[in-house]
Every structure is written in C-alpha cells, then in structure tokens.
C-alpha cells in the first residue's frame, strides 16, 4: 500500500514538474523566440547574467522575477475575495485535468505493475470536460470582480465563446467514444497500439474539429476575442498584475500542453511508435531482464509521447503566429453554424460506418 | 466623402472552405521558420549563421543612415581648427524653435585672417525641433545636419551643447556639405 502510494506521488510530482516546472515558463520562451523566427526577426536575447544569454533562456528568470516582484493590485470597487481566487479557479482545472490523462502505458518494474497514469478513471474522458470547463468560472469571476467595463466584457465573450465550443468538443468526442468503445483514456490509449487505429485515420473530421474548438476553448488567437488587446485591454485580466496575472497566463500555456496530451491520446496514437508494438520494443531490450527493458520502454514511450505533445503545441502556435484575430461574430457563425452541424453529422457518418461494418 | 469598403468579395468556394488558405499560411510561416531554424546551426559550428534576419540588434548594430537624414545640427571646423561661423546670426533668426544663441566677437587688431567669429555658439537640443532651417540659411557653410541621433540625457541641462562641443571637422562634414549644394543650390545663384 505504501508502494503504491509512493508510486502515485512519483507520477503527481513528474507531472507538476514537467507542466509547473519545464512546459510552462520554457513556452513563454517558445513562444517568443518561434515568433521571432518566423516573422525574420532576432527574439528576446535581451536578459544577460555576465554577458551570457543562452539565446535567451534567461528571460524565464527574469519574467518570474518580475512577477515576484511587482505590485499585487486590487482596483478600487472590486469585490476582493473573488478578485483574489478567480486565478486559482482558472489555473487549478488545467493542472487538474493531468489526473487521467495518461502518459505511457503499463510496465513491470520490480514486479510490480506500474501504470503511467495518476487516477485510471472508467469516465476518463468525461472527468477531463467536466473539469476543464470549469475553468471558465474563473475567466468570468475574473472579468466581473474587477469593476472594469472591459474585463466585463472579455469575461462575457469567455463564457460564451467557452459554450459554444464546448458543445462541438462534446459531440466530436462521441465519435471518438463509438470507434473505441471506452472512456477510459488508457484504453483509448492502448487500442491506437495498431497504426491503422489511429484516430486521425478512423475520425479525420472530428480530428480537424476538436483541434478547433480545442483552440476555440484556450482563447487562443484565431479565437481570442475574450482578450483581443485591440478591443478590450487585455479583457478578462486588465485587472490583475503579478503573479496573479501570471497564474492566468500559467494556465493558458499549460491548457496548451493539456490540449496537446488530450489530442495525442485521442487522435495520435497516444505513447505508441508507428509499426512498432509494445511485445516487438520489449523483445528488442530482452538483454536487460525483465525490469530493464520495461524500464527502457517506458522511456522510450515517455519521450515519443512527449514529442506528439510538442508537436502539437508547436502546431497551436504556428497557428497563433499565423492566423489574424476573428471577429466575434465570425466565432459565433463558426462555431453555431458549421462546426455544431458537422459534428453532428461526423457522429451520423461514423454511427453508419460502423452499423455497415458490423 | 464617405469611404465605403466593398464587402461583397465573391470568394471561390476552395477560398470559402478556409482551411486550404491556413495550411497554405502555415506552410510559408513554417518555411520561415524552420529556415531561420536551421540557419542557426552554422553558429554553434563556428561559421556564419544563415539567417534571413529583417532586424538590427540596435546598440551593437547600427544602421548607415541616408544623407538626407537630420540628426542633431553641428557647426563645421576648418582644417585650422577656427569655425567656418562668422557669427551673422541668419541660423538664430531661421530657427522656428529658438534654439541657437550666439554671442558674436569681432577682429580689430587685424592680425587674424578671421574677421567674425562666435565666441558663443549653444544650441540647446532639448529645444531643438531638427527641421534643418539653420542649415539651410547659413551663407558660409557652416552649420549642417549631422546623422548622429542619440542625445538622450538624464539631465536636461547637458543638452545645451557649447561652441566646443558642436565643432566638427569639415573633412567629416563631405557628403552632406556635398548634399546641401545639390539640396539648396548654394553655390549655383
């Protein structure tokens, strides 16, 4: 039992460590410096310690400290408590979400089964929705608690927006949810072992769809009206400086790893090498006992993981460096007028498929 | 007149379906990228990086700024180090902000090829609007436009330069005393 236990805290502590600790300040970078790259310019280089800038890294430090250090400003007229909670209702679901999505499959170590997931819920998938739209309770607590017309706004396009496209996400999972015959993310996870099981392969719409709304769900910038800088300050966090201000911007980049994860596991093939089973990897470690080549496994299934997830935050950003804002009304027609009926027709297709293949 | 944009674009139905133009969009990014990406390389080879890099790193890179741009004014110094200034107070006069004082001093004893000279000659940056006035009204070529624009200071008292200050020799002062001839047509009455 207290193995167990022991093993549970390993898996919380690798998660917070690669999410709090390595994805979520390395992406502040990212994406400055990818930016920079694609529009032909330099990118931050700026923040030296002796004369050393490591092509930029030390800008994280620099951004921590300065958010360490700022003033923490509460405006005049707003409602404090919920003024100071609604960053930690935002940043705790992106966090949260990381409980069952699994990040490799189940391995030996020691005679003992490891599984690379904190929480193997039978409602996987619905857990990860339920919490993640719970998120929107901050954004919007956030724009009405903070006495400002503009972030009043930005928090009403965050719910609505958010609304919209949840309803799309929902009902492109359901195709997902009939290819695979499960919730639990693990089990979705270990079907895609099979190259041609891919969901990319079996739901293509719904792939296009979900990395839409899922993008739609982060306000990220095809759909950022919620924080358009040009319209609305900065919307639901004119408000807020420090590390407040940084807790929601914490979120938004860490949401952006989630979304990845959530996409590897559905469409991508989750942890798995094309063409190249589980049994074949551990057949080709043998020489290293049976702890060995489950351990070198894992690694392996760890790192390719990982990279799909990278992959997929490097094509979120090429989109936000890319594409121009929408405006809100174009989100709307988007989301209520083409995705809402292709998803429900993606479900149609995929249900006559399925009966015809059955 | 009222200006009214047409909205009523007729838009193919590939252009309409929408996706095809964002991959066509993040194919270019991408390119870009990966291009600038892989440029970098070389550097960690010790060559040259092969970038195609729009921007100048300002303080240590520095632009060569076109002849015909106004940096701060700057009063030309013959080769014997006396200012070609003789003092007639024609810049003081063009100035629309006010910025030059000169304070003349004669020859009486004839013993000096000079006749005029400033014996004070400040222009005050703070005040000064660079719109090349003075430039364009002195008769003796003597006070020009110089391509230096960094005078930030933290005090604004520095910024009233004195006559020492400004002179600069006339063989760094060529191609704009060159380019004021042509601008103006000094020499050509």
Known sequence: MWVDLAITLVKILFIFAITVGFFAPVLTWVERKQSALMQDRIGANRADIMGFTVLGLFHIIADALKMFTKEDFIPDGANKVLHTISPIIALVPALLTFAVVPFGGQYTLFDKEVNLVISDLDVGLLFVFAIASLATYGYVIAGWSSNNNWSLLGSMRTASQMISYEVTMGLTIIGVLMVYGSMKLTEIGAIQENFWMWGVFLQPVGFFMFLTASIAENKRIPFDAPEAESELVAGYFTEYSGLKFGMFFMAEFIEMVTIGAIMTILFLGAWHIPFLTTATLLSWFDFLGTTGSNLVVMLIHLGVFFAKVVFFIYLQMVIRWTLPRFRYDQIMKLGWKILLPLSLANILVTGLVILALN | ?189
């Not at chain 2, 007639?88 to 304070?103: F, R, S, W």
């Not at chain 2, 009233?160 to 020499?187: C, G, H």
Request: glycine share 4%; charged share 25%.
């Open chain 2, 1 to 189: 007149m009222a200006y009214y944009v047409n909205r009523t674009i007729k838009m193919t139905w590939w252009e309409r379906s929408y996706i095809p133009e964002i991959i066509k969009g993040m194919w270019l990014t991408s390119k870009r990228f990966f291009y600038n990406l892989f440029g970098f390389i070389p550097f960690f080879l010790g060559t040259e990086k092969d970038r195609r890099i729009m921007t100048v790193y300002y303080p240590e890179e520095q632009v060569q700024y076109p002849i015909a741009y106004r940096g701060r004014p700057v009063l030309a110094q013959n080769e014997d180090g006396q200012p070609a200034c003789v003092a007639c107070g024609l810049c003081e006069i063009a100035c629309p902000a006010y910025c030059i004082d000169i304070v003349p001093a004669e020859n009486t004893g004839k013993q000096n090829q000079y006749e005029r000279w400033p014996d004070v000659f400040n222009i005050d940056y703070a005040i000064c609007i660079f719109c090349g006035n003075c430039e364009e009204a002195c008769p003796e070529e003597a006070i020009f436009m110089s391509d230096d624009c960094e005078i930030s200071m933290l005090d604004r008292k520095q910024m009233l330069y004195t006559k020492e200050q400004l002179l600069t020799p006339v063989a760094d002062l060529q191609k704009r005393i060159e380019f004021t001839r042509n601008m103006y047509a000094k020499w050509n009455y």
